[in-house]
T-cell receptor
Framework: DAGITQSPRHKVTETGTPVTLRCHQT?????MYWYRQDPGHGLRLIHY???????DKGEVSDGYSVSRSKTEDFLLTLESATSSQTSVYFC????????????FGQGTRLTVV | AQTVTQSQPEMSVQEAETVTLSCTYDTSESDYYLFWYKQPPSRQMILVIRQEAYKQQNATENRFSVNFQKAAKSFSLKISDSQLGDAAMYFCAYKETSGSRLTFGEGTQLTVNP
């Protein structure tokens, strides 16, 4: 299995509080992604990174920010959590042409109350 | 922007039978990758099969095969000899070879009946 670790695995937080999810990889893959999974919507891209300090927005980026200061770490921050951000969050990694498929972390279930 | 559509929210199949899951996508690119992922109740995302757009031959992995119709922008997954362990959510995904964005469909929940 690809070396991807998400932390925490579960979190309950209150509305209005900041939350940071961490994704750590040991594969040295260039690309890293954050997705959220909600019933009926599949996986929707929040942000992705194509290198250290190189990030871009996905289709549902409002309310989220990311940072990638090292190849192995990709952080997702909810600046002020809202109930609509209750979801399961997945981190994924991929390489370029040599290995285009994405490998996923175990997911983080976030509940905002 | 690329879009991926799975028009079957739910499908069911009898054990040992064959089932086909549908996926269509929209792109103006000529070179790209398509994937099918499986998500069992454990929530882990598992790659089932990969197809390169420049290859005319349909990909096959054991009981899993695809029907890739590039002109129609269709990418269906056929599961032969269905097993109880095949029960899962299946996602179709698209990725440009020149880019890094990976776009998923909404998913199809497959039930396998004994």
């Amino acid at each position: 299995d690809a070396g991807i670790t998400q932390s925490p695995r579960h979190k309950v937080t209150e509305t209005g509080t900041p939350v940071t999810l961490r994704c750590h990889q040991t594969e040295n893959h260039r690309y890293m992604y954050w997705y959220r999974q909600d019933p009926g919507h599949g996986l929707r891209l929040i942000h992705y990174s194509y290198g250290v300090k190189d990030t871009d927005k996905g289709e549902v980026s409002d309310g989220y920010s990311v940072s990638r200061s090292k190849t192995e770490d990709f952080l997702l921050t909810l600046e002020s959590a809202t109930s609509s951000q209750t979801s399961v969050y997945f981190c994924a990694i991929s390489e370029a042409r040599s290995l285009p498929e994405a490998f996923f972390g175990q997911g983080t279930r976030l509940t905002v109350v | 922007a690329q879009t991926v559509t799975q028009s079957q929210p739910e499908m069911s199949v009898q054990e040992a039978e064959t089932v086909t899951l549908s996926c269509t996508y929209d792109t103006s690119e000529s070179d790209y990758y398509l994937f099918w992922y499986k998500q069992p109740p454990s929530r882990q995302m598992i790659l089932v099969i990969r197809q390169e757009a420049y290859k005319q031959q349909n990909a096959t992995e054991n009981r899993f095969s695809v029907n890739f119709q590039k002109a129609a922008k269709s990418f269906s997954l056929k599961i032969s000899d269905s097993q109880l362990g095949d029960a899962a959510m299946y996602f179709c995904a698209y990725k440009e070879t020149s880019g890094s964005r990976l776009t998923f469909g909404e998913g199809t929940q497959l039930t396998v009946n004994p």
